[in-house]
């Protein structure tokens, strides 16, 4: 062997030995050229085309390595939980889902498994991923008849709606005194909701009817005919979906309450009707405070402007404004992290009420910070399939649920069970 053969196989031994000396100093920093390492997808989709190239099979296709692209969750680990209503009283908008929320955002039920049941607010949901149905009770404004309600929805990722119906019919007639009487009701509800851009989008609207209706025969006298039903809308928009720690919402309700006695085709001013129409746009906030892996506390506020219009025969009108504050905290217990403990406070404030009868000419003017409305609940939670609920509370409930009527307190179990 000449000298320059030996001259030029050192020089390629030498160069072999810095390329590696290179790969394992930049190992060691945890720094890599592009053009010497690449990713796991990139070799894996690399050798993947070399392979359907190197194949006798021209149409054989070149399968897509799809990158592992993490996604980012929504603040915390609480979030990841589904509550039942005995959580978030006060509609703290940082604070977890439940199922109240689930119903004003249908296309949150999308592949969510579980069956849930709550005795105390008589409701039972049922959701199969993309299906669901509920049972529930619903009760008039101003009126203490109830009646049994059935929805059925649908719910994909982005997109939800659901249809609900409450029946009721017990017509009376009477030929002598030629009078018929409708006892029963009806009250059909929707609710559709869109997720577009980060935001989530939901219209509702409940159009109930009133358990009595009467009318009497023209030949037996005057025509007199009682007539009750309210209609309500409610549209708004959030960014909870990728909020990272402050939430809000934004949205404007509409509720129409008729309640009137005709006589002969004319609203009988000795009945006193209280029918009247009302709007109330409104904005939410809440946000973490204080946040670690086991605890966190949250604090939350809420406006409301309403414009109330009284029908005639009565010309009155009032504007109110409204605040909510709230407060709320919930922690983990135990290092399974299978028991939680949360409790709130907060109350309305009437910052500001107008009121103004123009038959009487008095006007009324308001504020007042109404009593703190206070709950406490508790979570278990059995391995990843189970979870029961009971929350317990002050003034919160003045109907179903209120099992101590003379204080207010009430008491709410719920359970669930997932899939």
Do not use: C
């Not at 406070?345 to 003017?365: H, L, P, Q």
Request: hydrophobic fraction near 40%; charged fraction near 20%; aromatic fraction near 12%.
């Amino acid at each position: 062997m000449n000298l320059k053969t030996m001259f030029g196989l050192g020089l390629i031994s030498l160069g072999t030995v810095f390329a590696q000396e290179y790969v394992d100093a930049s190992a060691d920093t945890g720094t890599y050229s592009t053009t010497t390492a690449q990713s796991m997808s990139e070799q894996e989709l690399q050798k993947q085309e070399e392979q359907a190239a190197a194949s006798n099979d021209l149409t054989a296709p070149v399968p897509f390595v799809a990158p592992d692209i993490p996604k980012e969750s929504k603040r915390s680990s609480f979030n990841s939980i589904l509550h039942g209503k005995s959580y978030n009283m006060n509609s703290n908008m940082a604070a977890a889902n439940n199922i109240t929320l689930l119903l004003r955002y249908p296309n949150l039920f999308a592949n969510r498994k579980f069956f849930y049941i709550e005795p105390t607010n008589e409701m039972g949901i049922v959701s199969l991923g993309s299906f669901f149905t509920a049972f529930d009770i619903s009760k008039a404004p101003l009126d203490d008849g109830q009646l049994g309600r059935l929805t059925l929805g649908y719910a994909v990722p982005g997109f939800g709606f659901y249809l609900r119906a409450g029946l009721g019919r017990n017509r009376v007639s009477n030929d002598n005194a030629v009078q018929s009487t409708t006892n029963g009701g009806d009250d059909w509800a929707f609710a559709i909701a869109k997720g577009f851009m980060g935001y989530n989008l939901a219209l509702e609207g409940d159009w109930l009817t009133k358990k009595n209706q009467v009318h009497l025969d023209p030949d037996a006298g005057n025509e007199v005919e009682q007539r009750y039903n309210s209609l309500s809308l409610n549209l708004n928009l959030t960014n909870a979906p990728t909020a990272k720690n402050f939430t809000w919402t934004a949205g404007v309700g509409f509720l129409n309450y008729l309640n009137e006695i005709e006589v002969e085709g004319e609203v009988d001013p000795a009945s006193e009707p209280d029918s009247y129409w009302q709007i109330d746009p409104y904005v939410r906030g809440g946000v973490s405070v204080l946040e670690n892996d086991n605890a966190r506390v949250l604090i939350g506020v809420g406006g409301i402007f309403v414009y109330k219009h009284m029908d005639d025969p009565n010309d009155a009108f009032s504007i109110t404004t409204i605040l909510q504050p709230s407060m709320m905290g919930e922690v983990f217990i135990g290092e399974e992290k299978n028991f939680m403990f949360y409790g709130e406070a907060g109350y309305n404030w009437v910052v500001f009420s107008y009121n103004k009868d123009n038959e009487t000419d008095v006007t009324t003017m308001v504020d007042q910070m109404f009593p703190v409305v206070a709950s406490v609940g508790f979570r278990y939670q059995y391995k990843d399939f189970l979870a029961v609920e009971l929350g317990l509370g002050d003034k919160l409930f003045t109907g179903a649920g209120n099992f101590f009527q003379a204080d207010g307190t009430f008491i709410d179990f719920s359970a669930m069970i997932r899939f």
